[in-house]
């Protein structure tokens, strides 16, 4: 099973409407991160946590809202999603001791239409 | 955007040879990692090195910093199929900031 699991794998929605992604981890570490991809862009942060109650805006937080549910749980919303928020999303973890070593989920393919 | 860029953004050698990438990145850094990104799958990370070094190897890659210039290499020796895949630089503290990356292809 993996270590870092995003849900769903794949989605497709229209413009307006509020969307999920969730993530889950076996891995034990405290820091979890939202990040997307675009062609040509690479990866941009979007928000991240270093533990239950802490939350933090990474670059390109506007239109997003996240929940930290649990240490293993890192959930990203889009309130109301709009097309140029197509994008390939991960989450990733990484634990105080080594913090600069990201483990990835496999992503979620999102396309708003 | 503190974001790093890559070069070349896209790389297509022989199986056997040496790959090289390189990337440069604008404010100062206490460590630059690389990442490797089979397509459309999560990255994983491959090597991270320090400021105050200025090589680094692991296997058959091998990583170069020149906090004077700003950049990074990234070398991959005799490489094969299975190397195909986008390389990345990070950098970062809390946040990290991943570049635009570069397409290897390595043929058979």
């Known amino acids: 099973d993996a270590d870092v699991t995003q849900t769903p794998r794949n989605r497709i929605t229209k413009t307006g409407k509020r969307i999920m992604l969730e993530c889950s981890q076996t891995?034990?570490?405290?820091?979890m991160y939202w990040y997307r991809q675009d062609p040509g862009l690479g990866l941009r942060l979007i928000y991240y946590?270093?533990?239950?109650?802490?939350?933090n805006k990474g670059e390109i937080s506007d239109g997003y809202s996240v929940s930290r549910q649990a240490q293993a749980k890192f959930s990203l919303s889009l309130e109301s999603a709009i097309p140029n928020q197509t994008a390939l999303y991960f989450c990733?973890?990484?634990?105080?001791?080594?913090?600069?070593?990201?483990?990835f989920g496999s992503g979620t393919q999102l396309s708003v239409l | 955007s503190q974001q790093g860029e890559e070069d070349p953004q896209a790389l297509s050698i022989q199986e056997g040879e040496n790959a090289t990438m390189n990337c440069s990145y604008k404010?100062?850094?206490?460590?630059l990692q690389w990442y490797r990104q089979n397509s459309g799958r999560g990255l994983v990370h491959l090597i991270l090195i320090r400021s105050n070094e200025r090589e680094k190897h692991s296997g058959r890659l091998r990583v170069t910093l020149d906090t004077s210039k700003k950049s990074s290499s990234l070398l991959i020796t005799a490489s094969r199929a299975a190397d195909t895949a986008s390389y990345f630089c990070a950098t970062g503290g809390n946040q990290f900031y991943f570049g635009t990356g570069t397409s290897l292809t390595v043929i058979p």
């Open positions: 404010t100062s850094i206490n460590n």
């Open positions: 990733a973890t990484s634990e105080p001791g080594t913090p600069e070593k990201l483990f």
């Open positions: 946590s270093f533990d239950v109650k802490d939350i």
């Open positions: 891995k034990g570490h405290d820091r």
